[in-house]
Structures are given as C-alpha cells and as structure tokens.
C-alpha cells in the first residue's frame, strides 16, 4: 500500500508572542492581517526545511480550532456560554465555553477557510492540509436550555443544520484542489470515559449508544461531501488539548469496532502519547485498507522524546496493524487555542523535526 504523508502533523502551530499581543491590544485588521501573512509564510518554509510534504498555516489565524466556523456563521452569541464543571487538571474552576452559544437559526455568511486557503493556494510550498472541526462539536458546547431550544429543539436539530453547513464548505476545498482534509474529533473520547457517558444522559437527555450512532452518521455526511479523485480524508480524534490540558481517557476499546468500521475516512489520526490511550490492541480491528496515524508525539509537554522509544512503540503498534499502513505525528496541535500549549516554539519545531526523522527511519 502506498502510504502519501508518513510525517503527519495535525496543524496548529504555537502563535508567536507577538502576534498574540498585537490581537491582544486590538491592532488594526490590515497590520494584524500582515504579520499573520509574515509568520505563515516563516511556518510553512519551516515545515518545508524539515522535510514535510505536507503543509498548513498553523491556524495562526484562528483563536482557536473552531473559531473559523462561529465567526463564518451567524447565530453564535460569543457574550454567552455554558461553564463546564469537570475538569481533568483539577487544578482550575469551572472554564467556559469558547464558542458562544446558539440563539438564532443559523447562517452561513461566507466559506469557514475564506481568510485562509487563498494564501496557502498561493504560498504552499506543496500539498495543502486543511483542518475543520466536527460538526459534533458544537451541540454538546453551544446549545443552551432556555435559550436554544427556543430555534432549535434539542440538540440533535442543531447538529443536522451544522452538518449541512460544514458540507457545503468541505465540498468545496475539495473541488479547489486540497489534497487533505481533517476533520477534527475531540467528542468521540466521550464515548470511552465513564463520567462522561454519564454527562451526556444528564446534560444532553441522550442515550450515548444512540449518539455515538448520530455522531459517526453525521460525520460520514460532511466526509462523504469531500469525495474527489486524490484528496485524502481524515479524522483526528482528541482526548482535550487547551493549555496542555484534558479531559477524557480510556482505551479505544469501548468504540473501536464501531468507529473505526463505520468512519468513511483514508487515515485515522489517533492520540498515543500516554498511558490515558490504552494499548494498541484496539488497532487490530482498523481495516486494512485505512491509515492508521500515530500521534506519538505529545504537544502537551516540553521534554523531547528519545527517538529510540519511539520506533520501539510503533514496531508495538505493528504487532496490531500493518507497518506499510500506518504513519506519525504529534498527538494533537501545539494550539488548540491561541494560548498555546505549554511549550516553546524551539521546542515545538524540535517535535516536529523528530516526527520527520522517526518516519525516515523507520519507513525509508
């Protein structure tokens, strides 16, 4: 099997300090516009120096993973949110949520990726990888009793609309030419960890086998829209990235069978950089026709992993699932927020370059 991109990434790069501070103090949007170009353009010729051959923006535009989607859609109200009272650091109160809520029927005003893909288009060095998030991530954060069920009736109502939004807009980068689009997942980790199995028949009034099933189905929708000739579709699925942060574990046992058959994707991107995964038994029940993507790697710490474990955990993983089907990258992005993960961009890019090494050496 011919496996393109055995040095994987998820996307999102560390903003540099600068940037941050001058969205901070509210620079104009033509400066604030320039220095995004200026710090792109360094990050995909930093990308090309290290050997990918696949290349993103780093969402440096983004305030976070799924901003492109509120700010492209109306009916978000980003003065209110929903406090979440779980949280995995236990070190921290109760945080907010970072996309608004729904109040109004919503619209789609232009394309999610409209301030980004034209300039990679341009500036690309090669193969262009775009990130948009699951549709399944907004009813469990954005969807507010006594406020949204006044347009939509429950939580699956909003999902269904945001579906045919991010259709249309997946469609698109595929018949513009993108060679790979992630989708990006953190809501299927629910379904392995007990608290929050719990959570959503508390908070969401649904039984988690049957939105499990929702969730995959409404995913397939927006995957099946990208359907072209030579672009490759993908999920990542996330256990909580913010600030080095999480917020769910377990072994992909519980739903591999189900997930992993049922996904219509080309690669997997799967979380593997600590205990919190599980073993890679679960690997075995992948077919064999799909990638399977190692984020070995962690972006949640600084220190470097020693490039000797690493070839050691993927001949593990081959025990599972064929070695000429799999390929790696970091665990997750650097920013899933514009904060930032706790590391240093030196340290990032140190990563990076291991992630480009450990494929060369293993897989020639």
């Not at 901070?24 to 990050?43: C, H, P, V, W």
Request: hydrophobic share 40%; proline share 4%; charged share 30%.
């Amino acid at each position: 099997m011919h496996v393109q991109y055995r040095a994987d990434h998820i996307g999102s790069l560390l903003r540099p300090a600068d940037l941050l501070a001058a969205r901070a103090k509210g620079t104009n949007s033509g400066r604030l516009r320039f220095m995004e170009d200026q710090y792109i353009l360094k990050a995909l010729a930093r990308q090309k120096e290290l050997g990918f051959q696949i290349f993103s923006d780093g969402e440096l535009r983004r305030r976070n993973f799924m901003s492109e989607l509120t700010d492209a859609v109306d009916g978000f109200d980003m003065e209110d949110s929903i406090a979440r009272d779980w949280d995995a650091a236990r070190e921290k109160p109760a945080v907010a949520s970072v996309t608004g809520i729904v109040n109004r029927k919503l619209k789609r005003m232009h394309p999610l990726t409209e301030r980004e893909l034209p300039f990679l288009k341009l500036h690309s060095p090669g193969d262009i990888k775009v990130m948009l998030p699951s549709a399944t991530q907004f009813p469990a954060i954005a969807f507010k009793r006594g406020v949204t069920d006044k347009v939509y009736r429950d939580h699956s109502a909003l999902l269904w609309d945001i579906v045919e939004i991010m259709r249309q807009d997946v469609a698109q980068l595929a018949a513009d030419g993108v060679k790979y689009i992630q989708v990006d997942a953190p809501r299927y980790s629910y379904y392995l960890d007990p608290k929050w199995r719990s959570w959503i028949k508390q908070e969401m009034n649904q039984d988690p086998e049957e939105a499990l099933d929702e969730a995959i189905a409404a995913d397939n929708a927006c995957l099946d829209a990208a359907r072209r000739e030579g672009a490759i579709v993908a999920i990542h699925l996330c256990r909580g990235n913010n600030r080095s942060h999480w917020y769910a574990e377990g072994s992909y046992d519980a739903i591999a069978e189900k997930l992993f058959n049922s996904l219509r994707v080309d690669r997997f991107l799967l979380e593997y950089d600590d205990e919190r995964a599980g073993t890679f038994e679960p690997l075995r029940l992948v077919p064999k026709d799909k990638v399977v993507v190692l984020g070995l790697i962690t972006t949640k710490k600084p220190q470097l992993e020693k490039s000797e474990d690493v070839v050691r955990r993927i001949k593990e993983a081959a025990k599972f699932f064929p070695l000429e089907n799999m390929a790696i990258s970091p665990q997750c992005g650097f920013a899933s927020t514009a904060e930032g993960n706790l590391l240093s961009e030196d340290e990032q890019w140190a990563k990076l370059k291991l992630v480009v090494n450990t494929a060369r050496r293993v897989w020639h």
